[in-house]
Antibody
Framework: EVQLVESGGGLVQPGGSLRLSCAAS????????MDWVRQAPGKGLEWVGR??????????EHAASVRGRFTISRDDSKNTLYLQMNSLKTEDTAVYYC????????????WGQGTLVTVSS | QSALTQPASVSGSPGQSITISCTGT?????????VSWYQQHPGKAPKLMIY???KRPSGVSNRFSGSKSGNTASLTISGLQPEDEADYHC??????????FGGGTKVTVL
């Protein structure tokens, strides 16, 4: 059974940093691009970024709203995806989901349950 | 990259059909057949309902169908049922190698 479990959320002050993790199981993690998607309270979903696989040199893309502040990485030996968030702003407050992307297309067939990040003083 | 445009809400009676639109540009919806739709109940993670414009994952009811014309994609729910009441989000790949979602549509079953 495919499972994605996010962790690392919490309360952080503006300007602070936080690292989220997404532990994957039930599939060959190293074969899949992985993405982060967030949802601010009462709002729609927002794509945050993606990381490709080793054969694509682990290249990443990030949304303009987080570019230069957030960094996506992965550790295939630990089947874990990461989101390093720096210079956090109040508008980064959201539930953060990780999602498994399907090769050759662009959609997410499995999602984690999400972890809440609150940026507030 | 601006968000895709969806109506804030759509409603229908049980058994009716409703259609949710999702409008983008030639740089996203119009340029690729990589449109997907997600259903989200309150407090839950999104669930994939449609991918590649009109394909249904295994286990998703055939009452859900997708289509695209130009820069606009659509999700149709036929034979509306109470359990279909949820938020629906469209998503597309873009020419910048990024993804973009719509603002979400709340479906109410009257």
């Amino acid at each position: 059974e495919v499972q994605l479990v996010e962790s690392g959320g919490g309360l952080v002050q503006p300007g602070g940093s936080l690292r989220l993790s997404c532990a994957a199981s039930g599939f060959t993690f190293s074969d899949h691009y992985m993405d982060w998607v967030r949802q601010a309270p009462g709002k729609g979903l927002e794509w945050v970024g993606r990381i490709r696989i080793k054969t694509n040199s682990y290249t990443t893309e990030h949304a303009a709203s987080v570019r230069g502040r957030f960094t996506i990485s992965r550790d295939d030996s630990k089947n874990t995806l990461y989101l390093q968030m720096n210079s956090l702003k109040t508008e980064d407050t959201a539930v953060y989901y990780c999602g498994r992307e399907i090769p050759g297309s662009f959609y997410f067939d499995y999602w984690g349950q999400g972890t809440l990040v609150t940026v507030s003083s | 990259q601006s968000a895709l445009t969806q109506p804030a809400s759509v409603s229908g009676s049980p058994g009716q059909s409703i259609t949710i639109s999702c409008t983008g540009t030639s740089s996203d919806i119009g340029g690729y057949n990589y449109v997907s739709w997600y259903q989200q109940h309150p407090g839950k993670a999104p669930k994939l309902m449609i991918y590649d414009v009109d394909k249904r994952p295994s286990g998703v009811s055939n009452r859900f169908s997708g289509s695209k014309s130009g820069n606009t994609a659509s999700l149709t729910i036929s034979g509306l049922q109470p359990e279909d009441e949820a938020d629906y989000h469209c998503c597309s790949y873009t020419s910048s190698y990024t993804g973009v979602f719509g603002g979400g549509t709340k479906v109410t079953v009257l």
